[in-house]
């Protein structure tokens, strides 16, 4: 039997998704707009921004890119997995390049 996917996600990821819910609702808000004006205006279901808004990791990436599209926030994409801000990896490279054991705990999974 699979596990529902809410219950698989890491706490520390599901906090952070449920921060960006918020995040997502309070755009809306400063933007004085209901939840059916923005639905209906990016083409999604309100059921679905309503999971948006509440974090939901089961949406789709793609209705969250349209929503940030729809509030003119999709640059904040870039700031995602940024190569430049991966500590892990970089410490990870470091280390392979001199044989040098980690500073920092990391998973070997990703190694």
């Known amino acids: 039997m699979n596990t529902p996917l809410r219950d698989r996600v890491p706490k520390v990821a599901l906090a952070k998704a449920e921060a ?3 995040r997502f609702k ?3 808000l400063l933007r004085n707009l209901t939840q059916e004006q923005v639905a209906e205006h990016i083409g ?3 059921n679905t921004l309503k999971r948006l808004e509440r ?3 089961s949406v789709s990436w793609g209705n969250m890119l ?4 729809g509030y003119g926030m999709a640059y904040e994409v870039d700031g995602m997995m940024n190569p430049e801000r ?3 990896g ?3 490279l470091r280390v392979r390049a001199g044989g040098k054991k980690p500073s920092t705990e990391y998973d070997p999974d990703f190694d």
């Open 90 to 92: 970089r410490e990870l």
């Open 26 to 28: 309070e755009a809306r």
């Open 44 to 46: 999604i279901s309100l």
């Open 20 to 22: 960006l819910g918020g």
């Open 66 to 69: 349209i929503l940030m599209d």
């Open 55 to 57: 974090g939901d990791p």
């Open 86 to 88: 991966d500590h892990v």
